[in-house]
């Protein structure tokens, strides 16, 4: 990028918005995916419990996600503090409850 083309202010805090966005469809769709194999055929008991913790993973990433998202939207650019690793332990366990799911 040249000096005289200096990027317009804000574009940085939309793409992170978008990231963010992105985030959640992409773990909605995990979700989804994951509680129809828990139940695709009938609902056993570690099913049902395999389906209600990948929902609450879920939610637990959108609402993560949403306070950035408003954070931003606000124009506050401070640090996540402990939110990144939980979304870390949380992405993991979305991968381990899916590997269950399989096995």
């Not at 990433?61 to 402990?82: E, K």
Request: no cysteine; aromatic share 4%.
């Amino acid at each position: 990028m040249s000096t005289g083309d200096p990027q317009p202010a804000g574009l940085q805090a939309e793409r992170t918005r978008l990231s963010w966005r992105r985030t959640t469809l992409a773990a909605t769709t995990v979700a989804l995916l994951a509680a129809a194999a828990a139940i695709v055929d009938r609902p056993t008991p570690h099913g049902v419990a395999a389906a209600a913790l990948i929902a609450l993973a879920w939610l637990a990433i959108l609402v993560i996600a949403q306070r950035r998202i408003d954070a931003l939207g606000r124009g506050v650019t401070a640090t996540l503090g402990r939110w990144p690793a939980v979304l870390a332990m949380l992405v993991t366990a979305y991968a381990v409850l899916s590997a269950v799911l399989i096995i």
